[in-house]
Every structure is written in structure tokens, then in C-alpha cells.
């Protein structure tokens, strides 16, 4: 498996990846890194990580351009997976297209997501989830389709509130599953024990 991160922010899932794939490129190697985000965390890490990174911007309206930019990168580095670690834009169906695996019936592209969905797709899951004061929430792995945060589901995890949790208490304990549960769905993926 050959795959490309594609992270908006700091990079702490894509930096949990890396290291935990480091010594295990014959399974997983990470062959680049691409962000949209000229000020995004990741860019550096990769600096620090030896691993190819380019920023790809997107400006308004021109989707279509930035995908097609972001593709052919990813197939110059020759990255046949792609796993979505705080990429704050949504791919568009033919860009999942690109990617979609007839004999597996879905697209080699990866998304963490912070809620047990099908609650909460979209932006803003943490904060909605603490909003609504439900005694639990979770992130979600899974293979990206071509709506938001509808695709089929490799691994949920579930943490629960406490009655003293502050919405930084209740997120970072939601961050600490994301990083385990992404392992494990690629873990799973490799093994291909998910259907």
C-alpha cells in the first residue's frame, strides 16, 4: 500500500500514522503529504519526517482544478491510497471515482471523522456533540463515498462525557481514540478483514 496524506492542520493523525508505519513499509508507506493550507502544522512535520509534502491551495469555485492538481500529484508520487486526516474540504464524486475499487466495492480513500456517525457528519462534530449533552460520543473510520461522511464504517470507537468535562476535556479524549482507531482501520484494511 502506497498512500498520501491529505491533512488541513497540525498533522497529529497523519504524524500517528507515519510513526506507526515507519517501520513497517513493507506494509504501509506514507509517499507524500499534501495540504491546502500554507501555514498548516503537517508541512513542517513532513519536513522533519523525510517524506515529500507540497501545499496545494484552493481557491473558491475552482474544485474541479484543485482535485485535478491534487490527483496528479498523488499519482507522481505513485500513491495508490489516500487517508484524509483533518482535510478540511470535501472530495468531489469524480475524484472519488478516480479512486474507487470495482472488486471491493468502494473507494481506496480514508476519512476519520470525530462522531459516531451517522451523528454528526459534517464540520463541527465535537462541538455540536458537547452541545447536544449527549452522555457519549466517538470517531468513525471510513471509506469515503460521494457524500459527506456517508461512507461504509471500518471502526467506531465510543468515549463517554463525564459530568465535569469542559469541551476541551470531552475533545481531547475524543483525539486520543482517533489515533487508535485510524491504526485500526488501515490495520484492517491491509488484512482485509472489514467486510
Sequence with gaps: MKAVILASGEGTNAENIVSFFENKKDHVQIVGIISDQPESGVLKKAKRWNIPAVLIK???????IH???????????????VF????MRVLGPNFVAKF?????????ILNIHPSLLPSFRG???Y????????????VSVHFVDEG??????????????????????????????EHEAYIEAISKVL?????
Design 100 to 108: 474507487y475499487d470495482e472488486g471491493k466495492g468502494h473507494s481506496r
Design 123 to 125: 464540520l463541527r462534530a
Design 127 to 138: 462541538e455540536r456533540a458537547f452541545e447536544a449533552n449527549i452522555p457519549f460520543s466517538g
Design 84 to 87: 484524509l486526516a483533518g482535510y
Design 148 to 177: 459527506i461522511d456517508t461512507g461504509q464504517l471500518l471502526v467506531q470507537k465510543r468515549f463517554f462525557r463525564l459530568e465535569e468535562d469542559s469541551f476541551e476535556d470531552f475533545k481531547k479524549r475524543g483525539q486520543r481514540l
Design 58 to 64: 484552493k481557491k473558491v469555485r475552482e474544485r474541479s
Design 67 to 81: 482535485e485535478r492538481e491534487v490527483f496528479n500529484q498523488i499519482i507522481k508520487w505513485g500513491g495508490d491510497w
Design 191 to 195: 488484512k482485509g478483514d472489514y467486510i
